[in-house]
């Protein structure tokens, strides 16, 4: 059983940076992928980023230059260091890994940004 648990969610100014991480309780190293999703009120989730075992990257339109996903396979944690933030990134951010066909989930973290 794989878990995931984010944290680094908070409330900032527009233009402000946050840096969300993802600590997993296997090797990352043994995924085929991890991603970030974020859902925000009245929207369905969505796809922010991911990356491939491979390093292979995606980002959405929206978060293009602004976001990066990276991993750390010591530490066993997924990032996305989050800059220029705008309100309509306002959402519950939520980190996803698939392993072995399996797609797994944390509880999510919330990132406000608001003047």
């Known amino acids: 059983q794989v878990q995931l648990v984010e944290s680094g969610g908070g409330l900032l100014q527009p233009g402000g940076s946050l840096r969300l991480s993802c600590a997993a309780s296997?090797?990352?190293?043994?995924?085929?992928?991890m991603a970030w999703y974020r859902q925000a009120p009245g929207k369905e989730r969505e796809l922010v980023a991911d990356i491939t075992r491979g390093g292979r990257t995606y980002y959405a339109d929206s978060v293009k230059g602004r976001f990066t996903i990276s991993t750390d396979n010591a530490e066993n944690t997924v990032s996305l260091q989050m800059n220029s933030l705008k309100p309509e990134d306002t959402a519950v951010y939520y980190c996803?890994?698939?392993?072995?066909?399996?797609?797994?989930w944390g509880k999510g973290t919330l990132v406000t940004v608001s003047s």
């Open positions: 996803n890994a698939i392993m072995r066909g399996m797609n797994y």
């Open positions: 296997v090797r990352i190293v043994s995924m085929n992928s």
